[in-house]
C-alpha cells in the first residue's frame, strides 16, 4: 500500500518508528512468525511475510536478505514448492520466542519467587576476554564486572579465568539498581505508550494495518520486556513504567486482534493453501486463563498424549 492509501494514524506511527531506525527485517520476522504465523500452524509464505514487512516499510531486497541470514543461521527453515518458498521457525527461533513467550503475554510482571541467588564474575582487568558469549546472559555493571541471576555458566567462566562470586542477595545498592534497570529502558516503556497512542481508533485501521501495527507493536515490547531481568518485586523501583506499559500493550493489542485475524484468514497462505485459524489461547493472551494455562501445562499422562 502508497503512503497515501495508508490511514493517518498508522502513517503517523509508522514514521515515529522509521525514524528510530529500530525496524530490522530480520528480527521483525522473528516476531511476525512468533507472534502470528505459531498460532496458526508455523508455516508461512514468503509472500504473506513480505506484505506485512512491506506495509512496515521494509522492502522486498531487505526482507530476501533477511531470510537468507535466517536461514543460514538455523533460525528458519525454507521450503520450495514450484517458485513459491514457504518458512518455518528452525529450532534457533523456536527456542527463544518459546521460552520468552510466557513473559511477553503474561498479565501481570513476572516476578522471581526464588532465593536472592546471585553470581558476580570479575574478568582480569588487563586480560581479554569481554567478547565471552555467557557474558550474554548476564548484566554489566562495571567495565570488568557481571551480575548473573542464573548459576548455569559460572564454570564455563572460572575457565575462561574470571573471578566468579556466588551468594544470596536481599537488596542493591541504587547505583547497581540503576545499571540492571537503567532510565534507558525506563524511557522506551514510556517512549512505546506515547508513540502507539498515535493508534486512537483501531476501527480507523485497514485489516492489513491492524496486522502490521499488532507486530510492531509486540516487537517494541518484546525488545524492551526482554532487556528487563526478572527480579524480585523488593529489587523493583515503585516508579518503574513496565505494569503500566504492559497493561497499555494488552488493550490495544486485542483492539487489533479482530482485524489482523481477518487479514490473515483472507490473505495468509501456507504450504498446504490458506492459514489454519488459530486456536483459542491467542485471544487468551494478557488474561488471567493465559498465565494460569502456561504455569499449569496438559499432563500428558493423564490426558494420554
Not at 520476522?29 to 500452524?41: C, L, M, N, Y
Not at 564455563?156 to 539498581?177: D, I, M, Q
Not at 502507539?196 to 496486522?211: G, W
Not at 501495527?213 to 526478572?230: A, E, F, G, K, N
Amino acid at each position: 500500500m502508497t503512503d497515501s492509501g495508508r490511514s493517518r494514524e498508522f502513517s503517523k506511527l509508522l514514521t515515529q518508528l522509521l525514524e528510530d531506525n529500530s525496524l530490522k527485517a530480520w528480527s521483525l520476522i522473528i516476531t511476525f512468525f512468533g507472534d502470528a504465523v505459531v498460532a496458526r500452524g508455523g508455516n508461512v509464505s514468503a509472500k504473506t511475510v513480505q506484505s506485512v514487512l512491506s506495509e512496515s516499510g521494509i522492502g522486498a531486497g531487505a526482507v530476501r536478505t533477511a531470510f537468507s541470514r535466517l536461514a543460514s543461521d538455523q533460525w528458519i527453515e525454507r521450503q520450495k514448492i514450484g517458485r513459491e518458498s514457504f518458512y518455518e521457525l528452525g529450532l534457533n527461533g523456536y527456542q527463544p520466542f518459546t521460552a520468552a513467550t510466557a513473559r511477553i503475554y503474561s498479565p501481570f510482571e513476572c516476578e522471581s519467587n526464588k532465593p536472592f541467588h546471585w553470581s558476580i564474575a570479575i574478568k582480569n582487568p588487563g586480560a581479554k576476554g569481554a567478547d565471552n558469549p555467557i557474558l550474554q546472559s548476564g548484566m554489566q555493571i562495571t567495565s570488568n564486572c557481571w551480575l548473573f541471576s542464573d548459576g548455569n555458566n559460572m564454570h564455563g567462566l572460572r575457565k575462561a579465568n574470571f573471578l566468579v562470586l556466588s551468594g544470596e542477595l536481599s537488596e542493591f545498592p541504587k547505583w547497581v539498581t540503576e545499571k540492571i534497570l537503567p532510565d534507558e529502558t525506563s524511557q522506551g516503556y514510556v517512549q512505546l505508550q506515547k508513540r502507539f497512542s498515535a493508534i486512537k481508533q483501531v476501527a480507523s485501521l485497514s485489516p492489513l494495518e491492524c496486522m502490521v501495527t499488532r507486530c510492531l507493536l509486540i516487537h517494541q515490547w518484546r525488545r524492551l520486556l526482554l532487556r528487563t531481568p526478572v527480579l524480585p518485586s523488593e529489587l523493583v523501583p515503585e516508579d518503574w513504567p513496565e505494569k503500566g506499559c504492559r497493561e497499555f500493550v494488552a488493550n490495544l493489542y486485542h483492539q487489533l486482534l479482530p482485524g489482523s485475524e481477518a487479514w490473515l484468514d483472507e490473505n495468509g497462505t501456507c504450504a498446504d493453501g490458506s492459514l489454519p485459524a488459530a486456536g483459542i489461547d491467542l485471544h487468551l493472551r494478557f488474561t488471567q486463563q493465559f498465565a494460569t494455562a502456561i504455569n499449569n501445562p496438559p499432563d500428558a499422562t493423564r490426558t494420554g498424549q
